[in-house]
């Protein structure tokens, strides 16, 4: 059973808190010739888009599990994840993101389980992840579904599927195949991937964490235009 946590305008209330840093604004004015007052509005704008998109991200994200946002905790540990996730909103954490996040916490509110600790547990991921990264683990876990020889780690299941994210992402997402082996090694970095031995080399296959997140978000499904 989930607990009970704060009222949409207790989140708010934590959002309009997270304030973004203006100790160089007038550096940065300077660099675009642009009055500060300017720049201060043009980033006041675009910090509150941030938050109003984080905000309609994570009420979807309750609502396609069946939740109210009000299922988001009061205890002072679990405030602190709504505190967490809109600051990285502010900092201006790409969208995409943040969707994750949201289902992230989302997933774990309805299993019982949000905290600080858990949702760190992603969160140290999600906003580490590049577009290209996130394509490539989605499509890869995509593919690898359904392949008798995934879990066994056995070369024929893991190549097919490389080769179909390949075809799907070189070279309209991704430039080229060095640049997919480079992504394929960050997602090992990030803990997302492991690798295995297979067809006279090295694979790589979704590790157990990937798995935890493919269960809480719908990263294997967003589309390439996502």
């Given amino acids: 059973m989930a607990k009970k946590v704060a009222t949409p305008n207790e989140a708010k209330s934590i959002a309009n808190k997270v304030k973004l840093g203006g100790a160089a604004m007038s550096d940065v004015a300077a660099v675009f010739q642009l009055p500060l007052s300017t720049v201060n509005s043009l980033l006041d704008t675009y910090a509150q888009k941030k938050i109003e998109d984080a905000r309609e991200d994570l009420v979807a994200a309750f609502e396609r599990n069946e939740l109210s946002i009000d299922d988001v905790v009061t205890a002072d540990d679990d405030l602190s994840v709504i505190y967490r996730f809109f600051r990285a909103a502010d900092s201006g954490l790409s969208r995409r993101n943040l969707k994750l996040l949201a289902e992230v916490m989302a997933g774990l509110t309805k299993k019982g389980l ?15 992840m590049t577009r290209e990264q996130i394509l490539v683990v989605g499509r890869f876990y995509h593919h690898s579904i359904g392949d008798p020889h995934y879990y066994e780690g056995k070369g024929e299941g893991l190549k097919e599927a490389w080769d179909q994210v390949k075809a799907e992402l070189v070279p309209g997402y991704i430039v080229n195949e060095k640049f997919m082996e480079a992504v394929q090694a960050q997602l090992v ?3 997302l991937l492991v690798t295995v031995s297979a067809w006279s080399g090295m694979a ?3 590790s157990p964490i ?8 719908r990263i294997k499904e967003l589309r390439l235009d996502d």
């Fill in 114 to 128: 949000l905290s600080e600790d858990s949702f760190s547990a992603y969160e140290s991921i999600l906003t580490r």
């Fill in 189 to 191: 970095a990030l803990g």
């Fill in 204 to 206: 790589y296959r979704p």
């Fill in 210 to 217: 990937l798995e935890e997140l493919v269960a809480l978000t």
